[in-house]
């Protein structure tokens, strides 16, 4: 007697949502799409509600490009509090230096080299 024909269906399983046929013990449907499991997901915690700052509406014409508005006034902490950075090495102070600005230098003044003959390159 030669093997049973069917015996090849016997690792295969139609999806509930859309009838398509899968291995049995898949996870998702190839072509729905629909998760068969619940394998795949994972536990997280509920997010904790957030506080929403009531805040004054601001009126939009306080941004107008026009002269006539007033500046809006605003309010910052302010604190006479000095901190003192200690340990670094960077030094970011400002000393005049003996050489121009490359904005002012001629163009016909710099020191270039000469460019490279790459044609005679043997490769």
Do not use: N
Request: glycine share 8%; with cysteine.
């Amino acid at each position: 007697m030669g093997k049973d024909p069917l015996q090849l269906f016997a690792t295969i399983a139609a999806c509930p949502t859309c009838g398509c046929f899968e291995l049995k013990g898949s996870v998702r449907c190839s072509e729905c799409g629909t998760f068969h499991s619940g394998i795949h997901m994972e536990e997280r915690a509920t997010p904790t509600e957030t506080v929403h700052i009531e805040r004054e509406p601001v009126d939009p014409m306080a941004y107008s490009l026009s002269g006539s508005q007033a500046l809006p006034e605003e309010s910052f902490e302010e604190t006479e509090e000095l901190v003192h950075w200690g340990g670094g090495s960077s030094d970011f102070t400002m000393e005049d230096a003996d050489e121009p600005p490359l904005s002012r230098v001629d163009p016909d003044e710099l020191e270039l080299p000469d460019p490279e003959d790459l044609s005679r390159i043997d490769s």
